[in-house]
């Protein structure tokens, strides 16, 4: 099944007869966020409860929804994913699954990489969405066949592909998978995948 889908699953069965599912949920886009370093695109925002994450991406959604509308949905386009994205990540962030729910500040983007840094270090990497930073800064161990990879990291990007939950089926537990930054923070949480946002904010 597909990962987006799935995770809309989890997420309905966790909301059932909460009446969550029935809040109001505001899409909008911040011009002023400073994205995470992984990501490109822009910032949307999803509000709910008094709570707001964020998702990156470069086709934003402005729009007064509720999480219920993603129930038994196609999620067949990348806005819609995007959107569906945003609001999974606000409502594990206000059930407390999910602790990051926005970017760290820019000053903190050369700290995460350094971290990072230490879990690649000479490990032969697979980019699920591009991540032009990783893919300039460890150039030489970019590879694009997933059999050669000896770690996958998963932006914004990459956490829409359709095609990401048979990756996953087939190399979990084979090789390390890591979801970056705060826009794959919810799915992260709800399918149980490795999640790196060391600095990212819950405000």
Request: aromatic content about 6%.
């Amino acid at each position: 099944m597909d990962i987006l889908i799935d995770s809309v699953n989890k997420l309905e069965t966790i909301l059932e007869h909460s009446g969550c599912e029935e809040v109001g949920v505001l899409l909008d886009v911040n011009p002023d966020a400073v994205n995470c370093q992984f990501d490109r695109g822009a910032c949307m925002t999803a509000s709910f409860g008094g709570r707001s994450a964020e998702f990156v991406t470069s086709d934003p959604i402005r729009a007064q929804t509720k999480i219920s509308f993603m129930f038994g949905a196609p999620l067949d386009t990348p806005s819609v994913r995007s959107a569906a994205c945003a609001m999974i990540n606000v409502a594990t962030g206000f059930f407390c699954l999910s602790r990051v729910l926005h970017a760290c500040p820019g000053a903190r983007h050369a700290d995460c990489m350094t971290d990072l840094g230490t879990v690649i270090q000479r490990k032969k990497i697979l980019c699920i969405g591009s991540i032009p930073v990783i893919e300039d800064t460890f150039r030489a161990c970019i590879v694009t066949d997933p059999k050669e990879a000896d770690l996958i990291l998963v932006s914004a990007e990459g956490i829409i592909d359709p095609g990401l939950r048979d990756l996953i089926a087939e190399f979990k537990g084979t090789k390390r998978i890591i979801c970056l930054g705060p826009s794959t923070a919810g799915v992260a949480r709800l399918q149980q995948i490795e999640h790196w946002c060391l600095y990212g904010t819950g405000v």
